[in-house]
């Protein structure tokens, strides 16, 4: 269990860091998009302060998995934007469904593994 722990932490983790610094640094090329997916991402691109702080948020979990520090609040920190991944790849992007189905599923898997951490969350 430690062994499927630490590589879905440390895929997903590289995963978070480098579409995060792809994006701060354009390292990735405008991908052609069309319909409502465009419009989504304009609309996204227009908001100015979504993006930048998504990434930075996907920056710091993918740091936190990575290092397996602080992986506890990285979970929960992260896992608003992966059901965003997951509904957007669903809705209108259905080609990259099958990476933000691991993303999303692999984030699940850590919240499990890392349950004993939540449990005083939920109690009255």
């Known amino acids: 269990m430690k062994t499927a722990i630490f590589f879905i932490r440390t895929v997903i983790g590289l995963l978070l860091i480098l579409v995060a610094l792809a994006y701060f640094f354009n390292l990735l090329p405008d991908l052609s ?22 990434k930075t948020i996907e920056l710091l979990c993918g740091i936190s998995y990575v290092a397996g520090k602080y992986v506890t609040i990285s979970n929960l920190m992260v896992l608003p934007v992966s059901i965003n991944i997951l509904f957007l790849n669903f809705f209108l992007n259905p080609n990259g469904l099958p990476l933000a189905l691991f993303v999303f599923l692999g984030n699940l898997f850590l919240i499990y593994s890392y349950w004993k951490n939540y449990k005083p969350l939920f109690k009255a």
């Open 33 to 54: 998009t069309t319909g409502d997916f465009k419009a989504f991402q304009l609309g996204l691109i227009s908001s100015v302060y979504l993006m930048p702080m998504v």
